[in-house]
């Protein structure tokens, strides 16, 4: 895999702008004792490394990003199980969106990628993991997960198709690199 310079410091500002976020610019509800639900943009840098840069750098911003954020915040015992949730949330929408060849992609796709790594992460793997982990069952956790998808959803699909548009209009997204120009 070549990576090049300037593709290695976007995905790093990715990572600390995604740990600013999530850590500090987030709401948390707490549901018992453990974190249950957290509203904010913290994964919106990690689904736009996704949309980026392919599947693989979005799953690596999204890891690292968990791995760092754990060691500048931690918010109980470190569990791999939510990194490997990081990462599918940047991986997911980058698979989806790297069988599609056009460089830009409209919005449809870009609700299709984001959706379907929402829905495996937030509604399917994370009750999961905290059900498994904690005991939380996960009828607790699915419905107030319902209604921050949807607003995830609708803000990161617009924010990501407005930020995909401006780094293409401004020749930048050339200069990244995305793994969809790669391929041909």
Known sequence: M???ISRLASMSLLVAVAVVLKRLAS????????EGIRIGFGSLPIVLAGA????WGGAAVGAVED????FINPMGPYMPHFTLTSA???FIPGLVLWFRREQLPSLLHLVLAIASGQVVVSLGLTPYFLQVLFGIPRSVTIPPRLV??????????????????????????????PVR???A
């Open 148 to 177: 921050a998808l949807v607003i995830d959803l609708v803000l990161y699909t617009s924010l990501v198709h407005v930020l995909l548009r401006r780094l293409s209009s401004s020749g930048a997204l050339v200069r990244l690199g």
């Open 181 to 183: 120009q790669l391929r």
């Open 88 to 90: 599918l949330t940047g």
């Open 67 to 70: 791995m760092v954020g754990y």
């Open 27 to 34: 709401v948390r509800i707490a549901i018992g004792a453990v």
């Open 52 to 55: 980026l840069f392919g599947p």
């Open 2 to 4: 070549r990576t090049s």
